[in-house]
């Protein structure tokens, strides 16, 4: 039996602040499996992960004061944990990582699979969410049927995405997940609390405008605005298994434990939430990837 050949996988990045988690468990997983990663930025200079993701320096109450600021506590608990920050360290030695595309330079028929991994912090993520260019690459791969995976924000990337042939975003008739209002509320009402002296905000890419309700810009009202139907946003329902883990905010996924992920899968379309669930996002779209390559239409080179 011919064995398919290895898959070309595209990440999208923004030129800072990504999640590390989301994008280098993914990217580690994929390249083990013997598949070939590439990265887009905007200007084609490597990007550069959230720092506070890496490090949790600046997620403490005193986390704007010059001295005490590189002490975490808080911050250790929030920061990307140990095996993601090794995956990610690994991921910037790559020579790939360091020479990455420029988003203009993007072809659908050059890849085969695209994941688009999230972050929050605005400061680079509005740019990644809102580039133009980006957003009509990820219409034109979806419109030809590829493999995607999309989490947290990523997903918001997808939903403003609109298909050349409809007008609508890609996402409308599709069933996907995003970072839910519970988990971005939470997120959100302890950094208010705890952080409030120096960056109250830093869990929320967008706030609201006046007179908009809470949580008109979340993640979750956005991309529910983009479906078909409200009920094609997909939360882990109330009698789901280890609904506890997975809900909380508390319990991270791993390779050997997939009780704290929630993903969804919608035909060649996979996506996830947050950091917590990405070792399952990417087994996930691991499979649709190589089912792809099975297919009998595809190339054998």
Do not use: I
Not at 114 to 128: D, I, K, S, T
Not at 160 to 189: H, I, K, P, Q
Request: aromatic share 10%; hydrophobic share 45%.
């Amino acid at each position: 039996m011919v064995q398919p050949r290895p898959a070309r996988v595209l990440m999208a990045l923004p030129a800072r602040d990504f999640d590390p988690s989301e994008a280098a468990v993914t990217w580690q997983l994929l390249t083990t499996a013997g598949h070939d990663v590439r990265f887009a930025t905007p200007d084609g200079a490597p990007a550069q992960a959230d720092p506070r993701m890496l490090s949790g320096v600046g997620l403490d109450l005193w986390g704007a004061m010059p001295l005490l600021r590189r002490l975490p506590l808080l911050g250790l608990a929030l920061r990307a944990n140990r095996t993601a920050r090794r995956a990610h360290a690994a991921m910037t030695r790559a020579p790939a990582y360091r020479a990455p595309l420029r988003y203009e330079a993007l072809r659908v028929g050059d890849f085969d699979g695209l994941v688009l991994p999230g972050g929050h912090w605005a400061r680079g993520m509005r740019a990644y969410l809102e580039d133009p260019v980006l957003q009509r690459f990820v219409a034109d791969w979806f419109d030809a049927e590829r493999p995607v995976g999309a989490v947290c924000h990523g997903v918001v990337l997808a939903a403003r995405s609109r298909s050349r042939a409809t007008g609508r975003s890609v996402l409308y008739g599709r069933r996907t997940t995003a970072l839910t209002w519970a988990l971005e509320r939470r997120a959100y009402r302890t950094m208010r609390w705890l952080g409030r002296v120096w960056d109250p905000a830093y869990y929320r890419t967008y706030l609201e405008a006046p007179g908009e309700p809470e949580g008109y810009r979340g993640v979750e009202a956005e991309v529910t605005r983009a479906l078909a139907a409200p009920a094609d946003f997909l939360d882990v329902p109330a009698d789901a298994p280890h609904r506890l883990h997975k809900t909380s905010g508390l319990f991270r996924d791993s390779d050997e434990d997939a009780r704290p992920a929630w993903v969804v899968r919608d035909r060649r379309y996979v996506s996830a939430r947050w950091p917590g669930d990405v070792h399952t996002f990417a087994r996930e779209f691991r499979k649709v990837l190589e089912q792809w390559l099975e297919r009998p239409e595809a190339p054998a080179d």
